[in-house]
């Protein structure tokens, strides 16, 4: 993620800022210019001050207060670029679901940030019924013990529990799980990777290719869950993959890869924002030192992502210890799961330049 710029007084801002809080301008983020721009009224539209200044108006989202994307006034539809695969809300009568609603909204914002930048393709279940993607945000019923709404894909629709907004609820669900992370942001991550497993991979002839990496995915993929959940991960499974989860099955290998990868390239890209460099003043070990000023969307060489984001994780995990947190990236990269990232980094940006030279 980028910082942005008040283009009226210079105030630093960030992605979900709506005003400016040294001058109070009204803020909207461009999706089409990844540029967050302070507006000016102009009648029942707005004014960029970002050049080349457009005239915009807001998604129907905003409000409720969950969306500060802007959108052409030619656009056909009322939703902005993230809102518009939306196909289920939570029922908003009730107080609580707004402000869970608003927290995933801001989440599944900061993913589609990620999948503008990297250019890649996306379409909505109402544009393409057969392959399209669209999300669902459910609560889960009045009565404590019936069913609970399950997180998941399913042939592009994605499922996120209303639940997963709810700090203290989250918080039982990983310690249950055995997981060292958990946030809204990883959910829609994670799901998303299975959504582009069928479109980059599947779809996109590279089975074969994949199946050198990440293993057979055509065995069985209930009977392996299953398997999973009764018997656990291996004991050497962090010498082959990300997380414990990822042992379950090729296809969820995949997407828990996918999600580091996003986790790696947006944060990688904040650390460049600030013009981070990292050098413990106590050894002169290089593989810890490192100056981050790369593009990690832009950049083809996942050697110098890894080179980066390595010191960086140390820095920022030794910095959460000193504030009695756990580590903000509780996650070893073996050559093996680098490999990985490799083959999701060769996927997306091979897709990128397709899809930019046929444009």
């Known amino acids: 993620m980028q910082l942005f710029r008040c283009q009226n007084c210079g105030q630093l801002l960030y992605f979900e800022n709506t005003h400016c809080e040294r001058c109070s301008f009204r803020l909207g983020y461009l999706p089409w210019a990844s540029n967050l721009s302070a507006l000016d009224a102009d009648g029942d539209l707005w004014l960029t001050l970002a050049k080349p200044r457009h005239e915009v108006r807001f998604c129907e989202n905003a409000g409720y207060d969950v969306c500060n994307w802007l959108m052409d006034p030619s656009d056909a539809g009322t939703r902005c670029e993230a809102c518009r695969y939306n196909r289920t809300i939570p029922d908003l009568s009730i107080e609580q679901n707004v402000s869970r609603w608003r ?5 599944k914002h900061w993913l589609f940030y990620s999948l503008l930048r990297l250019g890649l393709p996306l379409k909505s279940q109402a544009d393409d019924p057969g392959s399209g993607l669209a999300f669902d945000f459910l609560a889960d019923g009045a009565s404590p013990t019936g069913p609970k709404v399950l997180t998941g894909h399913d042939n592009g629709l994605i499922t996120l529990a209303l639940a997963e907004a709810d700090d203290v609820e989250r918080e039982r669900r990983r310690t249950r799980m ?4 958990r946030s809204p942001l990883g959910h829609f991550r994670h799901e998303i990777g299975h959504y582009f497993w069928d479109v980059l991979v599947r779809d996109g002839g590279l089975i074969d290719e994949c199946r050198q990496v990440f293993g057979d995915d055509s065995k069985d993929y209930n009977a392996a869950l299953q398997a999973y959940y009764q018997n656990g991960a291996p004991s050497d499974w962090q010498q082959h ?11 969820e290998d995949w997407a828990e890869t996918w ?6 390239v947006d944060t990688l890209e904040m650390g460049s924002a600030f013009g981070i460099r990292v050098q413990p003043l106590i050894t002169r070990d290089e593989t810890l030192t490192t100056e981050i000023d790369l593009d990690p969307y832009q950049s083809n060489d996942m050697e110098e992502i890894i080179g980066a984001w390595l010191p960086l994780t140390f820095a920022m995990n030794s910095l959460n210890r000193a504030m009695g947190n756990h580590d903000v990236y509780p996650f070893v990269l073996s050559p093996a799961v680098i490999t990985k990232l490799g083959f999701v980094h060769s996927v997306v940006h091979q897709t990128a330049a397709t899809r930019g030279q046929s444009q």
Do not use: D, N
Request: hydrophobic share 40%; aromatic share 20%; glycine share 4%.
């Open 178 to 181: 055995g997981e060292p992370y």
């Open 259 to 264: 999600a580091h990868y996003l986790h790696i």
């Open 241 to 251: 993959f990300v997380s414990a989860y990822a042992t379950s099955h090729p296809w």
């Open 103 to 107: 927290r995933i909204e801001s989440a």
